[in-house]
């Protein structure tokens, strides 16, 4: 069973492909709201949290580099004076570090959680527990991350989840449990990163479908194909491929201008569920709205994170 396509939803028309996190947020004072941000310290999620302390939040940077995040914090102090922003360690690859950083965030109640934070690997590669990483990091961290956070996020009232996903969603055309996460022997690079990603938009369903009536709202973004960020670094070839296409994509504050405007766009209603690119709602696969396959992935995720909950 499928949610209603909710591609024709009303956002706001003067945002496009082209507006970046700072058009978003033109007249809007965020003080008093607690944002978490994860991959935080380059390209889309340093943008995100950028512009949202720019904008008056409290934004805890989730990184997996403390030297790189605490770089970021600093950049954010310079381009905001005042700027309530720092940085606390974040490996989604290790699920007690998961907990560790839940454990060690000092505010009770969390507004906005941005899960940002992507991986692809080039070549086969297991998180700290034994899952492939690319789902590992991308799906099974920030789920439990989630989980772990639910307390804190419920403590708002009404907070926003907002989960990073791609176009790359589409492939898979339908999620095979049977080879989730995927084994060595099978392992396709972007087929591993389009089943993460693809779980990224059910893992937003299914939170919605849970907590919704408690306030919460989620949903998914697909910040646009080639955006300009540091994705990828560790390859060569992908630097090359990012050069080639650099006419045609977007800056990284324009990449991040759909999750900013998905942490505050106004109703919430607008968003609950939904998936959004460019600023304005999007097409998503049918497998992606489908509510038997989210509620299933969810219960699949509960098993892999259940030491740890």
């Known amino acids: 069973m499928c949610i209603r396509d909710r591609s024709s939803l009303p956002l706001p028309k003067k945002f496009k492909r082209s507006t970046t996190s700072d058009d ?4 809007i004072d965020l003080s008093g709201k607690r944002v978490i941000v994860t991959g935080a310290n380059t390209g889309i999620g340093f943008e995100t949290a ?37 940085c606390q360690q974040l490996d989604l690859g290790s ?25 692809m690997s080039f070549e086969y590669a297991e998180t700290e527990q034994g899952f492939e990483r690319t ?31 791609s176009i790359a ?4 055309k339908t999620l095979d449990f049977s080879n989730l996460p995927y084994t060595e022997s099978a392992y396709s690079v972007m087929g591993a990163y389009g089943q993460a990603k693809l779980c990224n938009i059910l893992m937003a369903l299914e939170l919605q479908n849970r907590y919704g009536a408690q306030g919460l709202t989620a949903c998914s973004v697909h910040p646009g194909s080639g955006v300009s960020t540091d994705f990828g670094r560790e390859s060569g070839f992908m630097k090359v491929a990012l050069k080639l296409i650099s006419p045609f994509t977007k800056s990284a504050n324009q990449g991040a201008a759909t ?23 999007a097409k998503c ?25």
Request: with cysteine.
């Open 50 to 86: 950028r512009a949202l302390a720019g904008a008056g939040a409290t934004v805890v940077l989730a990184c997996r580099r403390l030297e790189t995040g605490n770089a970021a914090v600093q950049r954010i102090r310079e381009a905001h004076s005042g700027a309530d922003v720092c």
């Open 135 to 165: 789902l590992g990091v991308c799906h099974i961290g920030h789920f439990l991350l989630v989980k772990r956070l639910m307390p804190k996020l419920l403590a708002s009232g009404t907070p926003r989840v907002v989960m990073v996903s």
């Open 259 to 281: 999750s900013v405007l998905c942490a505050v766009h106004e109703p919430a209603e607008d968003l609950a569920t939904g998936y959004f690119s460019h600023c304005q709602s």
């Open 24 to 27: 978003v947020l033109s007249g």
């Open 95 to 119: 699920l007690p570090a998961v907990v560790a950083f839940v454990e060690a965030l000092k505010d009770s109640a969390i507004d906005i959680l941005v899960c940002n934070a992507g991986s």
């Open 169 to 172: 969603h589409q492939n898979p």
């Open 285 to 309: 696969t049918p497998e992606a709205r489908d509510v038997n396959v989210a509620k299933a992935l969810w219960e699949r995720s509960e098993e892999w994170v259940s030491p740890y909950v």
